[in-house]
């Protein structure tokens, strides 16, 4: 085959064969064919688009490409999660300890933030000590001994995904539904998943910017797991203003673990329960159950005798990390210098825009632009109003936690720019807007 015959067939908007897809990912992966045709190929799906059957012959050619975590002889069902990434979204640190603590085990391998919204590894290590690098044997133990393990993606996991992403990111492709989708489920297949819940942020803070297109993006995910023998389920969920309040590393693993603990109601936790039920309902845990009504009433179970947290206690513990934050979290790491930042209007909030609440907090140092950069843990924002709510001009928006005061000025700046208000009442955003199961 040649690699120049599979561009030009793409560019023509023929589909592509199974053979042609599985050859080009195994000379990607070899890195037998350079940069400059990879990324002619790129451009062509972008613009050609790909047929169902292409999405799953690239996506499983992708999961193919490196090691395939087998989890069979560790978990009777292995259940995983996945958000196509939010400004504060925590998600992962509150719903994995919940789902082991309700009995279904996780074993869970994350990635770290690029751009403004973090990563989940990132997060974790504002716990001092916290062990990201548990891989092979040791990771497989400690999902049978406590139900719970959450680490780094090891680099032999669908390596090709690897090559393909760095290209797209620089050559504008990256916004492309099928590259997406094989991108993000070769990943979850090579980790061994059998259920996967996926969250599909949309809105200003998101990859997708529409509901139409997140709806396509999940659809497309939903199908890829359907023709790979996964269950998944997709849920659409808001990302206009951040999920939950804090929004910077340190800050989220605060926010968490009051989460876990049963000091924080609202968005969060609701979204939390959500995904966690979802998580559940994969793993046939609610058949013992009824109902919605009565999953959550487990889950809220779990909050309130304290198994989630003790889950979460136990993980630090086993991934070497210091206990100590997660039982005083006044204790992780703190920023030197505590800024208000008041309502300069009294009325409605009618937009908190997530995209530019993390700008606010990238400026401070919360998340890094390229791979080599080194995120300051310490700093972010409190954001402590939600669209909706009524506000006194002068009552406080954001804590802004900050280590260079030099800094401010630009954080504000964007702060200034994430609030509207109305003089009359407006309405909340919902949390969720569609939910496609296969
Ligand atoms: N996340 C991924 O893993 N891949 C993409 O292409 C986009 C988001």
């Not at 045709?37 to 047929?51: K, T």
């Not at 050619?61 to 087998?70: E, F, V």
């Not at 996926?198 to 997708?208: E, S, Y």
């Not at 590393?249 to 049963?262: F, S």
Request: include cysteine; glycine fraction near 8%.
């Amino acid at each position: 085959m040649r690699t120049v015959d599979i561009i030009t067939k793409k560019r023509d908007g023929l589909p592509l064969e199974t053979e042609e897809i599985n050859w080009f990912i195994e000379q990607v992966t070899l890195g037998a064919i350079p940069d400059y045709q990879i990324a002619a190929w790129l451009m062509a799906v972008y613009l050609r688009g790909m047929e169902r059957r292409e999405i799953i012959d690239l996506t499983l050619a992708m999961a193919r490409s490196g090691d395939i975590l087998d989890l069979s002889d560790t978990l009777a069902y292995s259940i995983d999660k996945h958000s196509s990434g939010g400004v504060g979204d925590k998600t992962t640190l509150v719903v994995l300890p919940l789902v082991a603590a309700c009995g279904v085990p996780v074993a869970k391998m994350s990635g770290r933030g690029l751009g403004f919204s973090g990563g989940t590894l990132d997060k974790l290590e504002a716990i001092p000590g916290f062990n990201v690098q548990i891989a092979g044997e040791r990771f497989k133990a400690q999902a049978r001994s406590i139900g719970l393990v959450l680490a780094g993606q090891s680099a032999r996991l669908a390596p090709a995904d690897g090559i393909l992403y760095s290209l797209r990111d620089v050559t504008g492709t990256v916004p492309s539904l099928p590259l997406i989708a094989s991108s993000i489920m070769s990943k979850k297949i090579a980790a061994g998943a059998q259920g996967v819940v996926l969250d599909v942020k949309v809105g200003r803070g998101a990859f997708m910017p529409t509901l139409d297109a997140a709806r396509d993006l999940a659809q497309i995910m939903v199908n890829i797991g359907k023709d790979a023998g996964r269950d998944v389920i997709a849920v659409i969920s808001d990302m206009n203003q951040p999920l939950g309040s804090a929004v910077g590393n340190a800050l989220e693993v605060m926010e968490a673990v009051k989460t876990l603990r049963g000091e924080f109601t609202g968005d969060f936790l609701e979204h939390c329960l959500n995904i966690a039920g979802y998580m559940l309902k994969l793993a046939g845990r609610c058949e013992r159950y009824l109902d919605a009504a009565e999953t959550r009433s487990v889950l809220l179970q779990a909050f309130k005798d304290g198994s989630a947290f003790a889950k979460f206690r136990e993980m630090v513990i086993a991934q070497d990390g210091d206990v100590s934050v997660v039982d005083e979290p006044s204790r992780l790491s703190q920023a030197r210098v505590i800024v208000p930042y008041y309502a300069p209007l009294s009325g409605y909030i009618s937009m908190a825009a997530a995209e530019l609440i993390a700008q606010a907090a990238f400026e401070l140092g919360a998340g890094r632009a390229t791979k080599a950069d080194q995120i300051d843990l310490a700093v972010g924002l409190e954001v402590h109003v939600k669209v909706g709510d009524y506000v006194e001009k002068g009552q406080l928006l954001v804590t802004i936690h900050a280590n260079d005061p030099n800094k401010l000025d630009a954080c504000m700046a964007h702060l200034q720019r994430a609030f509207a208000f109305s003089e009359t009442p407006v309405e909340r955003l919902p949390l969720f807007y569609d939910v496609i199961e296969s």
